[in-house]
T-cell receptor, first 115, second 116 residues
């Protein structure tokens, strides 16, 4: 069965510092991989996704993530944090085959950005 | 080009009442997923529906919860005889169909259910 682990439920960085949010997955075959962001009391917005091709994926708001098959990881990074990046970030996976492409979620990482 | 519409945004119910949550998928999308977000537990899959069909309801509690996606109209998540533990944010996501999830599911803004 697939599972997703996000290391660190809370991450705090200074404005302008590097953001690194970790995500590891467990799956018999490489799944589709997603990062979503949730601002307080709002819905889920897709940041980026990996399906096939280049393993370094660029998303919105300056975020990017790299799929590393050997490490079963899909860590999210941003070179320079902005105050507006403070939010909850979720890593998710879905199967590439089968009749149900439901998303399996990590527990989320709350990102705080300090001035 | 409206996105996924969920209503109501906030719903307050007393214990024992029924809650009906609605989800209108994006135009052209025929697949709907419901997820529940509980405090400290993250997001959990509940049910996957296509028009007039329940494909996977393995994440639905065995009792009191039901879902439908009729040929016409929105998808409905129905919770009968609500209890305090049902208080959560319920999100709906839609996609065009199998094989299109690579585009990323589109989520609604959610319905926040509070049971008092």
């Amino acid at each position: 069965a697939q599972s997703v682990t996000q290391l660190g439920s809370h991450v705090s960085v200074s404005e302008g510092a590097l953001v690194l949010l970790r995500c590891n997955y467990s799956s018999s075959v490489p799944p589709y991989l997603f990062w979503y962001v949730q601002y307080p009391n709002q819905g889920l917005q897709l940041l980026l996704k990996y399906t096939t091709g280049a393993t370094l994926v660029k998303g919105i708001n300056g975020f990017e993530a790299e799929f590393k098959k050997s490490e079963t990881s899909f860590h999210l990074t941003k070179p320079s944090a902005h105050m507006s990046d403070a939010a909850e970030y979720f890593c998710a996976v879905s199967e590439r085959a089968g009749n149900n492409r439901k998303l399996i979620w990590g527990l989320g990482t709350s990102l705080a950005v300090n001035p | 080009n409206a996105g996924v519409m969920q209503n109501p945004r906030h719903l307050v119910r007393r214990r024992g009442q029924e809650a009906r949550l609605r989800c209108s998928p994006m135009k052209g999308h025929s697949h709907v997923y419901w997820y529940r977000q509980l405090p400290e537990e993250g997001l959990k899959f509940m049910v996957y529906l296509q028009k007039e069909n329940i494909i996977d309801e393995s994440g639905m509690p065995k009792e009191r919860f039901s879902a439908e996606f009729p040929k016409e109209g929105p998808s409905i998540l129905r919770i009968q005889q609500v209890v305090r533990g049902d208080s959560a944010a319920y999100f709906c996501a839609s996609s065009p169909g199998l094989g299109d999830e690579a585009r990323g599911y589109t989520f609604g803004s959610g319905t926040r259910l509070t049971v008092v």
